[in-house]
Each structure stands twice: as C-alpha cells, then as structure tokens.
Nanobody, 117 residues
Framework: QVQLVESGGGLVQPGGSLRLSCAASGIGDFFSFYTMGWYRQAPGKQRELVAA???????NIADSAKGRFTISRDNAKNTVYLQMNSLNPEDTAVYYC?????????WGQGTQVTVSS
C-alpha cells in the first residue's frame, strides 16, 4: 500500500523559510515514474496546487509561489521536497503531498505551515 508522509511544517516568521519533505513508501521502484505535487488548503478555501514535478523532473509552479518556492525530488530516497522562501502570512495552510501514476492518486495526511510574527 502506497503511503505518503509529509514533514517539515511549523511556525515561521514572515520572510522566513521552510523545507517540506514527502517520503513515499510501499511504492517499490516506481517512485521515479510518479508525478509528485504539493498542494495547500487554507481555512475556508479550496485546495490548490502549489508545485508539481513530473518523472522527467520538469516542474510547474503556481504563480503565487514563483520565485519563492522550489520543488525537487530524490528518486533514490523516494522523497519530494518543497523549499519555501520569503514566506508571508498568505502562505499559511495545510500542505499536502500528492503522487500520481496512471489512474492512481495518493495523498499524504498534510503538514501545517503557519506564517506569523
């Protein structure tokens, strides 16, 4: 059974940085084939895509995150990362990791990111 576990969230001051990690298990040797994405959901808002990286390591970054967030993957560790810089209060949300391969989607349980002074 595929499981995605996020980590690295927390409380950070405006202008600060965090790096989120999402580790996949139960995925065998297929992690490199997955498109991995980071999504976030703020209170009262819909879940939205923040960044995604496909099997060729091509990336797609939401306009709200461009220039500040970077997504990367380490296929040897079955892990995808989201480096977040210049955080602001509007980035406060629960951040979710998603893995997609063929018709299968898997979600992590989410990690809270709070940007506040």
């Amino acid at each position: 059974q595929v499981q995605l576990v996020e980590s690295g969230g927390g409380l950070v001051q405006p202008g600060g940085s965090l790096r989120l990690s999402c580790a996949a298990s139960g995925i065998g040797d297929f992690f490199s084939f997955y498109t991995m994405g980071w999504y976030r959901q703020a209170p009262g808002k819909q879940r939205e895509l923040v960044a995604a990286i496909n099997s060729a390591s091509s990336t797609n970054i939401a306009d709200s995150a461009k220039g500040r967030f970077t997504i990367s993957r380490d296929n040897a560790k079955n892990t995808v990362y989201l480096q977040m810089n210049s955080l602001n209060p509007e980035d406060t949300a629960v951040y979710y990791c998603k893995g997609t391969y063929s018709r299968f989607d898997y979600w992590g349980q989410g990690t809270q990111v709070t940007v506040s002074s």
